[in-house]
């Protein structure tokens, strides 16, 4: 079955400190790849995609992810964290015969400490 | 800068009440989405509409019934409203049904409290 996977509920890091969120999916080809995050009493808003290509994407705020078709994954990175990192991240995928629909992981609270 | 606005913010009822929820999206696209997120943060797609048109009905109970004017305007209606309804319901939209990589841009969401 179809499946996308967050492993870590919450990670818990210092500020300037890296930091790598997990995603795993389980699907016979490559699905579309998305990272969104969600703010405190916000909506969600994409940091990358990804399908085809280089396997490490940029996104906005100095976050990038990196693809792997071998562990069937696609993990969230970023250098140096801030404060304002604190928030929800969401790995998503699209199944490629699912038009449309996302399907969200269940989420990795991200904690940074001053 | 917000293009997916959702009304009202919060909204507190009693079981068996009705209540409606609003969401317009002024990014010109053609494909608007409900979504429910529960307390655990966990998100489930309720509704896809494309154009107006109803695509994706994801096996939501029976009171819940989305209602689409135009293809910017898509709302959401819960007849008589039950304790497990109490959740955060996320509004997006994207530029069209087909178009697979295409990012959904969500709205801030309508707290909904079921007392």
């Known amino acids: 079955a179809q499946s996308v996977t967050q492993p870590d509920a919450r990670v818990t890091v210092s500020e300037g400190a890296s930091l790598q969120l997990r995603c795993k999916y389980s699907?016979?080809?490559?699905?579309?790849l998305f990272w969104y995050v969600q703010y405190p009493r916000q909506g969600l808003q994409m940091l990358l995609k990804?399908?085809?290509?280089?396997?490490v994407v940029q996104g906005v705020n100095g976050f990038e992810a990196e693809f792997s078709k071998s562990d069937s994954s696609f993990h969230l990175r970023k250098a140096s964290v801030h404060w304002s990192d604190s928030a929800v991240y969401f790995c998503a995928v699209k199944w490629g015969s699912a038009l449309g629909r996302l399907h969200f992981g269940a989420g990795t609270q991200l904690i940074v400490i001053p | 800068e917000t293009a997916v606005f959702q009304t009202p913010n919060y909204h507190v009822t009693q079981v068996g009440n009705e209540v409606s929820f609003n969401c317009k999206q002024t990014?010109?696209?053609?494909?608007m989405y409900w979504y429910k997120q529960d307390s655990k943060k966990l998100l489930k797609i309720m509704f896809s509409y494309n154009n107006k048109q109803l695509i994706v009905n994801e096996t939501v109970p029976r009171r819940f019934s989305p209602q689409s004017s135009d293809k910017a305007h898509l709302n959401l209606r819960i007849k008589s409203v039950e304790p497990e309804d109490s959740a955060v319901y996320l509004c997006a939209s994207s530029p069209d049904w087909g178009a697979n990589y295409a990012e959904q841009f969500f709205g801030p969401g309508t707290r909904l409290t079921v007392l």
């Open positions: 990804y399908y085809s290509g280089d396997p």
């Open positions: 699907y016979s080809a490559t699905p579309y």
């Open positions: 990014l010109g696209h053609d494909t």
